[in-house]
C-alpha cells in the first residue's frame, strides 16, 4: 500500500501543476489570442485570393484597354477611307462604296460602344476588389497589434505563475523518484485517456465512476495487489 501511497502523492501535486498548465492555456488574454490567430490564418487566405482576383482584374482592364483602343483606330480609319470614297465617287449620286464603308463604320462605333461599357465595368470591378483589400489589409494590421499587446500581456501571466509551477515541478520530480518506474508509467498509460488515474477509494464504489468493486478484487486489493477498477481503469488505492 504504501508503493501506492507514493503514487497518490504524486497525483496530488500533478493535478496541481496541470491545474495551473489548465488555467494558464484558458485565461481571457490566451483565448483572445487564439482567436485573433484563427482569424489572421483566415486573412492571409482571403488576402491571397484577393491578390490573384486582383491580377485577372487587372489583365481584364488591360486587355479592354487595348480593344478600345484597336476600335478607336479601325474607326479612324474607316473616317478617312469614307472622306477618299466621297471624292472618288463624287460623280455617282449612288455613292455606293461610301454607304458600305459608312455601315461599316456604324458597326464599329457600336462594338466601341459596347468596348467602352466594358471597360469602364472592369474597372469599377477592379476597384472593388482593391477596395476590399484595402479593408482586410486595415483590420490584419490591427489584429496584429492587438496580438503582440496581448502576447506581452500573456508573457506576464506566465512569468507570475513561473516560481509557483517551477517549484511544482521539483516537488513532482521528487515524488516521482520515490515511486516504482512500472507504476509511474501504468499512471501515465492511465492518464493518457482520463485525469485521474488513481482513485482513493473509502467504501466498496470506485469514485472515479461510482461503479460498485466487487469484494473479490477489494480482498486482492488489501493483499497488496494493485488492481485497476474494472469498469473505469483507475488504480484503486485502499488506505490501511
Ligand atoms: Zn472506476
Do not use: W
Amino acid at each position: 500500500m504504501e508503493k501506492l501511497e507514493k503514487l497518490f502523492q504524486y497525483q496530488i501535486i500533478d493535478q496541481k501543476l496541470e491545474e495551473i498548465n489548465d488555467k494558464l492555456k484558458n485565461t481571457a488574454t490566451r483565448l483572445r489570442l487564439q482567436t485573433i490567430q484563427d482569424y489572421l490564418q483566415k486573412q492571409s487566405e482571403a488576402i491571397k485570393k484577393l491578390e490573384q482576383s486582383l491580377i485577372v482584374k487587372q489583365n481584364d482592364v488591360d486587355d479592354a484597354g487595348e480593344q478600345l483602343k484597336k476600335l478607336k483606330s479601325e474607326f479612324e480609319l474607316l473616317a478617312k477611307e469614307i472622306e477618299a470614297a466621297v471624292k472618288d465617287e463624287l460623280d455617282s449620286n449612288e455613292l455606293p462604296y461610301v454607304k458600305t464603308l459608312v455601315q461599316d463604320q456604324e458597326k464599329v462605333y457600336d462594338q466601341l460602344s459596347k468596348q467602352k461599357k466594358r471597360l469602364e465595368s472592369v474597372i469599377s470591378e477592379s476597384e472593388g476588389v482593391d477596395e476590399k483589400l484595402k479593408t482586410v489589409m486595415v483590420n490584419v494590421t490591427k489584429a496584429k497589434k492587438e496580438f503582440a499587446d496581448l502576447k506581452v500581456k500573456h508573457d506576464l501571466e506566465i512569468k507570475d505563475n513561473e516560481p509557483e509551477i517551477e517549484k511544482l515541478k521539483a516537488e513532482l520530480e521528487k515524488a516521482e523518484k520515490k515511486v516504482d518506474a512500472v507504476l509511474i508509467q501504468r499512471y501515465q498509460k492511465i492518464k493518457s485517456s482520463m485525469t485521474t488515474p488513481i482513485v482513493l477509494v473509502t467504501g466498496d464504489t470506485c469514485p472515479g465512476c461510482n461503479m460498485n468493486i466487487p469484494s473479490s478484487q477489494m480482498t486482492k486489493i488489501k493483499q497488496g495487489e494493485i488492481l485497476e477498477c474494472e469498469s473505469c481503469g483507475r488504480i484503486i488505492y485502499v488506505k490501511e
